[in-house]
């Protein structure tokens, strides 16, 4: 291979990960692109991340197409060195077709001024952070130079496996130029915002039917959410939505062959990939190494609402969620029970032992468009309520998105449950591995109870707790179980205690 030649390789995106699914090329063959440029998207089991480039020069060849499942380690693109014979135009393959010069101005291309403001409109409405996603890889600062992306026929149309349900995180913004074939009939021609484009895909709102709020007419994120909130919308501008990796996929070559086992026609083939594949693969572990044991408890709840509805009083806007609290009195317990904040780890050798930590990393499970993820609050011990509380209601929010970060998915040492949402009461939970316990939290209904001998009507949940019994005794589990459970029903001396 030419010294001028300049291979990336597909690094492992989180801890051990050995395999991502490539969503979408950034760029194309012959294109300049900067350091820390993102040059591609990929899912990994555990969350959608654009892939910086550590190189620049000419892209030369890009190794895989969308849809294409990747190896770690293996080549993902080559870059010939700047002013190198391998990067010029003559040795490079040519472009896609509908591909364009990412910078227009430098290649002797007039800008009009309705482009020059729409282009500005983008930017205030997309402004986001750096590209740099990987840990590892880039610089600390953003990308110098804008980025392009393979053309499409249709601007209605974005590449991606993942359902963006409340957009909150925003990557870095994408500005595409005026091309021929992706004008919208009526609309400037200058590009919409993928985010846009993906919402109003999302939500079957077709993109042609919108008036444009943005300079010379783009349309922005506001106009569509805007068109979704509309009283009715026509079935003809509908389109669907891509299916998520939990979704069922429509079959291809089996659409309509008999099952041999059931004698039914098979409707749909899912394969087993993303979020889905690393769940199945970790509950399987859980389940064969993981000799749990699982204790619950009922709980009155009353005195922790009326608390937070006193506090809701005084500050509307700033107080935290039940969860938080549930997850201030789990930090508390767990450094009153440590074992249950561990690691059971074999050795190649057979030898085995248990890993305690400095500190927990609070995981808890967020639905999402791409299945069940366990982000999770660094040093959670160290915070607040308040504190909690903002950090979970951030790491849902890029959880939903599908921008939680490795590190975000994949640090925890204990995880909270909260599947009372779901209109159930408990759970027998498998425990989320390689962590040696979870808690659950069921749904909070009225009940009634016996208060000072007196039958009452209270607020009682279910907490359920699964542990791992090689770290600990039943009597560890239920001194746990039973200090969260004392802190619910009496949260103002648990606080103050805290």
């Not at 991340?49 to 499942?69: D, I, R």
């Not at 501008?237 to 979704?247: I, T």
């Not at 468009?369 to 309520?385: F, I, K």
């Not at 979870?438 to 209270?458: Q, S």
Request: proline share 6%.
């Amino acid at each position: 291979m030419s010294s001028d030649m300049q291979v990336f390789k597909l690094p492992d995106l989180g801890e051990g990960l050995t395999e991502a699914e490539l969503v979408n090329w950034l760029v194309a063959v012959g294109d300049e692109i900067v350091v820390d440029q993102p040059i591609a998207e990929v899912e990994t089991a555990k969350s959608m991340v654009e892939v910086p480039s550590p190189y620049a020069g000419t892209v030369a060849e890009l190794h895989g197409e969308a849809g294409q499942t990747l190896d770690v380690g293996k080549p993902l693109i080559s870059i010939a060195r700047a002013g190198s014979s391998a990067g010029s135009p003559a040795a490079a393959a040519p472009a896609p077709a509908g591909s364009v010069d990412p910078s227009p101005v430098s290649s002797g291309l007039d800008v009009s001024p309705d482009v020059e403001a729409a282009a500005e409109t983008y930017r205030t409405e997309e402004k986001a952070g750096s590209g740099n996603v990987l840990i590892g890889y880039g610089t600390p600062g953003g990308a110098t130079g804008g980025r392009t992306r393979p053309r499409k026929a249709s601007v209605g149309v974005v590449d991606s496996a993942v359902s963006v349900a409340e957009p909150a995180a925003i990557t870095e913004p994408v500005m595409e130029p005026a091309v021929a074939g992706t004008r919208i009939p009526g609309k400037l021609s200058a590009v919409i915002s993928p985010l846009v484009r993906k919402m109003a895909r999302d939500h079957g709102v077709s993109l042609d039917a919108i008036e444009g709020s943005g300079a010379s007419g783009l349309i922005m994120r506001q106009d569509v959410e805007a068109a979704i909130t509309a009283p009715a919308v026509p079935d003809s501008a509908r389109v669907s939505a891509p299916a998520s990796v939990a979704a069922p996929v429509a079959a291809s070559a089996d659409a309509g062959a008999v099952d041999g086992r059931t004698g039914l026609s098979v409707s749909a083939r899912t394969p087993v990939r993303g979020v889905r594949k690393a769940v199945a693969a970790n509950m399987t572990r859980s389940r064969s190494e993981i000799p749990e044991a699982t204790v619950w408890v009922d709980v009155d709840a009353t005195a922790l609402l009326e608390m937070r509805a006193e506090l809701k009083k005084r500050a509307p806007h700033d107080t935290p969620g039940l969860l938080a609290f549930i997850a201030r009195f789990v930090t508390a317990g767990l450094k009153k029970y440590p074992a249950l904040n561990t690691r059971f780890e074999t050795a190649a050798d057979g030898s085995q032992e248990i890993v305690g930590f400095e500190g927990i990393n609070l995981g808890f499970a967020a639905q999402t468009d791409r299945g069940l993820v366990v982000p999770s609050v660094r040093n959670a011990h160290e915070l607040s309520a308040r504190e909690l509380d903002a950090e979970i209601r951030r790491l849902t929010a890029v959880a939903r998105d599908g921008k939680a970060t490795p590190t975000e998915l994949g640090s925890g040492t204990f995880t909270l449950n909260n599947y009372g949402v779901f209109g159930v009461d408990g759970s027998a939970a498998i425990i989320n591995y390689p962590e040696v316990a979870m808690l659950g939290v069921g749904r909070i209904i009225d009940k009634p109870w016996v208060v000072n001998g007196e039958l009452a009507v209270r607020k009682v949940t279910e907490l359920t707790l699964a542990f791992d019994h090689r770290v600990c005794d039943g009597e560890t589990a239920a001194g746990f179980l039973r200090y969260v459970a004392d802190a619910i029903e009496n949260p103002g001396g648990a606080l103050a205690d805290m």
